[in-house]
């Protein structure tokens, strides 16, 4: 008789990939058709976006969709009218400091153009750099991500090609990028875009996830009604 072989399973553990996102809710009520206050309904608006992320994302191979999400807002209170909900996606890095290097951070979603934003970091090689100046990201609509600056008022573009945003993959590239610090206190850098399309896909190993820190929601009386 044949021996038989023994095949071992290895398991491999995969490090999640988070994608945070920010939700910005103007929400419009009736309030002569309820006896809550605003910020009453505010509190269950919140509380009920909290309840979402934790039973539908926040985990492996859970969609985010847009939908569920703003019905359920409109389901908080029987006074509300409709909301206008804006979705940011967000993701951390942490640079070396003082050391120049390639970043490429991936959205894995259809990005809109000249919607990217960052946290601040501070430049001390920028020539015209000045003690206090804090620096960011932007994109050009075109591909090309730039860093910039404020003189007083003045929007001055210190690295007119600091990297490249692919729209349609999602994926970018910080290139040659030598902060010599980050002015958050965790030494890490956000970047942040739109999405093209509100239902936010996760692919292998990425996490969606919803903050509560990232949840923005504003009431608004709607005076439309009759």
Excluded: C
């Amino acid at each position: 008789l044949q021996r038989r072989n023994v095949v071992s399973i290895i398991p491999i553990v995969v490090d999640p990939d988070y994608i945070y996102l920010i939700v910005n809710s103007l929400v419009k009520y009736n309030a002569p058709g309820t006896n809550q206050t605003s910020n009453e309904i505010k509190s269950t608006i919140l509380a009920d976006i909290h309840d979402f992320a934790l039973s539908n994302i926040n985990q492996f191979e859970s969609i985010f969709r847009y939908t569920q999400l703003t019905g359920l807002i409109d389901a908080a209170e029987p006074s509300i009218t409709n909301n206008l909900t804006q979705i940011s996606m967000k993701k951390y890095f942490t640079p070396r400091l003082s050391i120049t290097d390639n970043y490429p951070i991936s959205f894995e979603n259809a990005i809109k153009p000249n919607t990217l934003l960052s946290g601040a970091f501070i430049d001390t090689l920028d020539t015209s750099y000045a003690p206090g100046q804090q620096y960011y990201f932007d994109d050009n609509g075109l591909g090309t991500i730039r860093t910039y600056k404020y003189d007083g008022p003045t929007k001055r573009y210190t690295k007119p090609n600091s990297g490249t945003i692919n729209y349609t993959t999602g994926a970018i590239v910080l290139t040659n990028f030598r902060p010599s610090d980050v002015v958050d206190v965790s030494k890490t850098l956000n970047i942040i875009v739109q999405p093209v399309v509100n239902d936010i896909v996760p692919v292998r190993n990425n996490i969606i996830v919803i903050d509560d820190a990232d949840v923005t929601v504003n009431m608004q009386v709607n005076n439309t009604i009759g």
